[in-house]
């Protein structure tokens, strides 16, 4: 092979390998740094619990204002889905392998169902003991686990609400709960206290009872909100009033904090064609965010 042959082969070989490495390199660079999903203004300041059903469709509560779910598109356009009747307001959704829609009403003591055909909203559950029924996550076998704080008095409960509605009180005299979800395996539930910003680790058995409660992680400011797992464990938290996500690992160590545009940020959703994409409700800025992440969500 002559030389200037020789020459130019290694030439286009260091050039093919210099656009592979910039490619990698720029797309690496895009990931953890948000954007907007919606205009701003389009929800209420009680913008929360954003969840995909089994088509890939995301809703988010409070569209427009109190009391609604609403319908957002890939392209961040929205819709109104329903209207939730007698005053009650969402704070979270959360649908089951059937694709049915649960959401807490905090201003029922109740977890409403709504029919995704017909639209219709009945309760599936009405609990006086409840304060104020926040959050939900659900394992593989239909049961649901709830936070329920008291904010004015700042103390939280804890409940399991089995798939037949029956409720099981877990846990009571703890701080605001608020966040919650469990582990990719279940073994593990997660539960945080807003104001007194410790996040609890607990574990569960095949029957959904809990033990072992033990501090996984202590924060210092600010506030926690929704939280959700990717699928090798890591925990992603809202960090209400400081604008970021933090990632803990399943061990409880720091991985990173990812800044936001807006600062009270309230709850988050995997997404996306491969679920790497994070969905944030933003209650200051009345709307969403996203950002890509290295690892899909725990559903993906």
């Given at each position: 092979m002559k030389k200037s042959v020789l020459f130019a082969f290694i030439l286009s070989i260091v050039l093919m390998a210099s656009v592979i490495m910039f490619i990698i390199f720029s797309n690496a660079t895009k990931l953890f740094i948000a954007k907007d999903l919606t205009a701003e203004n389009l929800f209420s300041v009680n913008i929360e619990g954003p969840a995909f059903d089994k088509n890939g469709q995301l809703y988010v509560v409070n569209y427009l204002h109190d009391g609604t779910i609403g319908k957002v598109a890939p392209n961040g356009t929205c819709s109104m889905f329903i209207q939730l009747p007698d005053s009650s307001i969402a704070n979270c959704i959360q649908f089951d392998s059937k694709g049915n829609m649960f959401l807490p009403d905090f201003t029922g003591h109740n977890v409403l169902h709504a029919d995704m055909q017909s639209k219709r909203v009945s309760v599936f559950l009405h609990e006086p003991r409840m304060y104020s029924p926040n959050d939900l996550c659900m394992n593989r076998s239909g049961q649901l686990f709830a936070s329920d704080p008291d904010w004015k008095k700042?103390?939280?409960?804890?409940?399991?609400?089995?798939?037949?509605?029956?409720?099981?009180?877990?846990e009571t005299n703890m701080g605001t709960t608020n966040g919650i979800e469990l582990s990719p395996d279940?073994?593990?539930?997660?539960?945080?206290?807003?104001?007194?910003?410790?996040?609890?680790?607990?574990?569960?058995?095949?029957?959904?009872?809990?033990?072992?409660?033990?501090?996984?992680?202590?924060?210092?400011?600010f506030g926690l909100d929704g939280m959700k797992c990717d699928k090798c464990g890591n925990l992603y938290i809202a960090r209400w009033g400081k604008g970021t996500l933090v990632v803990l690992s399943k061990e409880g160590k720091f991985i990173r904090e990812i800044p936001l545009k807006g600062k009270k940020c309230s709850n988050l959703v995997f997404g996306g064609n491969d679920g790497k994409t994070v969905y944030v409700t933003l209650q200051d800025r009345k709307c969403m965010e996203m950002f890509d992440t290295n690892i899909a969500g725990k559903k993906y």
């Amino acid at each position: 092979m002559k030389k200037s042959v020789l020459f130019a082969f290694i030439l286009s070989i260091v050039l093919m390998a210099s656009v592979i490495m910039f490619i990698i390199f720029s797309n690496a660079t895009k990931l953890f740094i948000a954007k907007d999903l919606t205009a701003e203004n389009l929800f209420s300041v009680n913008i929360e619990g954003p969840a995909f059903d089994k088509n890939g469709q995301l809703y988010v509560v409070n569209y427009l204002h109190d009391g609604t779910i609403g319908k957002v598109a890939p392209n961040g356009t929205c819709s109104m889905f329903i209207q939730l009747p007698d005053s009650s307001i969402a704070n979270c959704i959360q649908f089951d392998s059937k694709g049915n829609m649960f959401l807490p009403d905090f201003t029922g003591h109740n977890v409403l169902h709504a029919d995704m055909q017909s639209k219709r909203v009945s309760v599936f559950l009405h609990e006086p003991r409840m304060y104020s029924p926040n959050d939900l996550c659900m394992n593989r076998s239909g049961q649901l686990f709830a936070s329920d704080p008291d904010w004015k008095k700042e103390i939280g409960q804890l409940w399991r609400i089995d798939p037949d509605g029956t409720p099981v009180l877990l846990e009571t005299n703890m701080g605001t709960t608020n966040g919650i979800e469990l582990s990719p395996d279940e073994k593990t539930l997660y539960v945080n206290e807003s104001i007194q910003l410790n996040v609890w680790k607990y574990d569960v058995d095949e029957k959904g009872n809990i033990s072992g409660k033990r501090l996984f992680y202590k924060f210092n400011d600010f506030g926690l909100d929704g939280m959700k797992c990717d699928k090798c464990g890591n925990l992603y938290i809202a960090r209400w009033g400081k604008g970021t996500l933090v990632v803990l690992s399943k061990e409880g160590k720091f991985i990173r904090e990812i800044p936001l545009k807006g600062k009270k940020c309230s709850n988050l959703v995997f997404g996306g064609n491969d679920g790497k994409t994070v969905y944030v409700t933003l209650q200051d800025r009345k709307c969403m965010e996203m950002f890509d992440t290295n690892i899909a969500g725990k559903k993906y």
